[in-house]
């Protein structure tokens, strides 16, 4: 059964997630294909990128919780990221959308299932160099990375002529 902490969590995940989805969706083509300044991408392959982060958030969770860790590091990421930008950038709106929908039920229910034991275990995280993590931490990044993520989008569009 999840705990009262996890369910924070999730609330607060779901809560982002939304708020990436009501975005895309209010999103013209015009504001889709502009760029985002310190992102180096399009609105477009940003949420994409937000999409396929809560697939990866979902599985490196359950590899904390059973403290195995997660493998990856800092550099792997950055590898996989400019792949999928240059992958992304052909997927348009409706895709997108329902991966972040798909997706975030994904991270939403792996967030809900943890336990607070699971919250407390630590396993070595490989993006911080390996070292040793407590799987709240991690936890708490799902939301955070959304919405940090989002922020940018919504900054180049307040900064449309």
Wanted: hydrophobic fraction near 45%.
């Amino acid at each position: 059964m999840a705990s009262e902490r996890a369910n924070v969590l999730a609330d607060d995940f779901a809560a982002a997630n939304a708020d990436a989805l009501a975005f895309a969706r209010g999103c013209t083509d015009g504001q889709w294909a502009m760029s985002v300044p310190g992102e180096g991408w399009s609105i477009g392959v940003v949420l994409h990128h937000i999409a396929e982060g809560h697939a990866h958030g979902a599985h490196w969770l359950e590899g904390m919780a059973r403290g195995e860790g997660v493998a990856e590091t800092a550099e792997d990421i950055d590898r996989v990221n400019a792949e999928h930008a240059v992958r992304a950038e052909a997927v348009g709106p409706a895709e997108t959308m329902a991966l972040l929908e798909v997706n975030g039920n994904l991270l939403e229910e792996a967030l809900r299932g943890l336990s607070d034991e699971d919250l407390d275990r630590t396993a070595p995280f490989g993006p911080a160099g390996g070292r040793q993590l407590p799987t709240g931490d991690l936890a708490a990044v799902a939301a955070r990375h959304t919405r940090e993520h989002l922020a940018h989008a919504r900054d180049a569009v307040a900064r449309e002529p």
